[in-house]
């Protein structure tokens, strides 16, 4: 693996995390988001919440990018956390994305472990969990190798609130730890 260096995020990253979010979503929620969405105004989509989000120095969260080589190296990965964002579950891993030819390369493992580092830095509480599809099983062992737990099964929001942007009704599973530091040791290699 080449030399990865994380960072924070800031507004002029927003571009590329939508790029890579956006390529992310095509890759694996084909099925649950409708094609027209998916093949059409995702990017632009993206590019509006993410713009929005690291815009906002008022939130109460992290979005840490993962670059490829260095300083200004190629965007491979990010991750944000909402901190405190339930008040059962705690913070919330809101997206966790790595770019597709780069997966099974450790820049998840890398993400996840410092999601949990700034929650238990950040956050009032240790508990954090994230939702993923049901479709989604490889992402799905990722999370059991962190030691995640399903605990809930809903049906999934459609993006910006627009219904037509699902394919009939997907649903997605809440994974959960009570503590964050779980997330810094997988259980399995």
């Known amino acids: 693996?080449?030399?990865?260096?994380?960072?924070?995020?800031?507004?002029?990253?927003?571009?590329?995390?939508?790029?890579?979010?956006?390529?992310?979503?095509?890759?694996?929620?084909?099925?649950?988001?409708?094609?027209?969405?998916?093949?059409?105004?995702?990017?632009?989509?993206?590019?509006?919440?993410?713009?929005?989000?690291?815009?906002?120095?008022?939130?109460?969260?992290?979005?840490?990018?993962?670059?490829?080589?260095?300083?200004?190296?190629?965007?491979?990965?990010?991750?944000?956390?909402?901190?405190?964002?339930?008040?059962?579950?705690?913070?919330?891993?809101?997206?966790?994305?790595?770019?597709?030819?780069?997966?099974?390369?450790?820049?998840?493992?890398?993400?996840i472990t410092r999601a949990a580092r700034a929650v238990t830095d950040e956050a009032d509480g240790d508990a954090v969990h994230l939702w993923v599809l049901e479709q989604n099983t490889q992402a799905q062992a990722f999370y059991r190798a962190f030691g995640g737990v399903c605990v809930e099964r809903v049906p999934v929001s459609p993006p910006g609130g627009v219904p037509e942007r699902l394919n009939g009704n997907p649903t997605k599973l809440r994974f959960a730890w009570a503590d964050a530091t779980l997330l810094t040791r997988p259980t399995v290699s």
């Open 1 to 111: 693996m080449t030399r990865l260096r994380l960072r924070t995020a800031g507004p002029d990253d927003s571009e590329g995390i939508a790029l890579l979010h956006a390529d992310s979503w095509r890759r694996h929620y084909r099925g649950a988001y409708a094609d027209a969405f998916l093949d059409g105004d995702v990017a632009a989509d993206r590019r509006a919440v993410w713009s929005r989000r690291l815009a906002d120095r008022e939130a109460r969260s992290a979005t840490v990018v993962a670059e490829d080589g260095g300083e200004g190296g190629d965007l491979v990965g990010f991750v944000h956390v909402a901190f405190d964002a339930d008040d059962k579950w705690g913070s919330l891993i809101d997206n966790l994305h790595v770019r597709h030819a780069r997966r099974r390369d450790g820049i998840g493992t890398a993400l």
